[in-house]
């Protein structure tokens, strides 16, 4: 069975300064891993995705993430923060062995302090 | 493109009541899936259709909850008798093929108040 750690529930930035997000996964089989964002009172939106390929994918709005394998983890990263990205983060993980749902994480909060 | 739509937006019931969920899904895209967001339990998998067809439902709580896509641009979500835990935000989302490397689209989500 599929899952994804989220650690963090609440992370808080200064603007401008580094954002880190962390996601974690465990997968049977090669898993295809998703970040998306939630803006308050909205649904969720596509970031960024790792199907197969380079490892390190970048997304909308600065952000990227890079897929190690040996780690099992799919971190978030983006160099500078802004106030819009005020959001909830959900890592997600899918892959073959789950009939290619997706098992989201239980999301990351992140604030941007002025 | 319009987006997944949802609707209602918002829905306040009594208990006991029965709520039905509506999603029109992007076109041309073949899976739907509905699923239930609260702060306790995070945001889960109720069940999803492949090509109008019910693949897995293993997420749906109880027979309280019933889910049908009688075509290609129509999902409902129906629950009978609501209960205040059913309170929730319930997103539906399309995916165009059926591969889990593809992205799922959401909706804006029906907020449900049960009193």
């Known amino acids: 069975a599929q899952s994804v750690t989220q650690l963090g529930s609440h992370v808080s930035v200064s603007e401008g300064a580094l954002v880190l997000l962390r996601c974690n996964y465990s997968?049977?089989?090669?898993?295809?891993l998703f970040w998306y964002v939630q803006y308050p009172n909205q649904g969720l939106q596509l970031l960024l995705k790792?199907?197969?390929?380079?490892?390190l994918v970048k997304g909308i709005n600065g952000f990227e993430a890079e897929f190690k394998k040996s780690e099992t983890s799919f971190h978030l990263t983006k160099p500078s923060a802004h106030m819009s990205d005020a959001a909830e983060y959900f890592c997600?993980?899918?892959?073959?062995?789950?009939?290619?749902?997706?098992?989201f994480g239980t999301g990351t909060r992140l604030a941007v302090r002025p | 493109d319009a987006g997944v739509i949802q609707s209602p937006r918002h829905e306040v019931t009594e208990m006991g009541q029965e709520v039905t969920l509506r999603c029109k899904p992007i076109?041309?895209?073949?899976?739907l899936f509905w699923y239930r967001q609260t702060m306790m339990r995070g945001l889960e998998l109720l069940i999803y259709?492949?090509?109008?067809?019910?693949?897995?439902d293993s997420g749906m709580p109880e027979d309280r909850f019933s889910a049908k896509m009688p075509n290609a641009s129509f999902s409902t979500l129906k629950i009978q008798p609501s209960e205040p835990r059913d309170s929730a935000v319930y997103f539906c989302?399309?995916?165009?093929?059926?591969?889990?490397?593809?992205?799922?689209?959401f909706g804006p989500g029906t907020r449900l108040t049960v009193l």
């Open positions: 989302a399309s995916r165009f093929g059926l591969a889990g490397d593809n992205e799922q689209f």
């Open positions: 997968s049977s089989v090669p898993p295809y």
């Open positions: 790792y199907t197969t390929g380079a490892t």
């Open positions: 997600a993980v899918s892959d073959r062995s789950s009939g290619d749902k997706l098992t």
């Open positions: 076109s041309g895209h073949n899976s």
């Open positions: 259709f492949n090509n109008n067809v019910p693949i897995d």
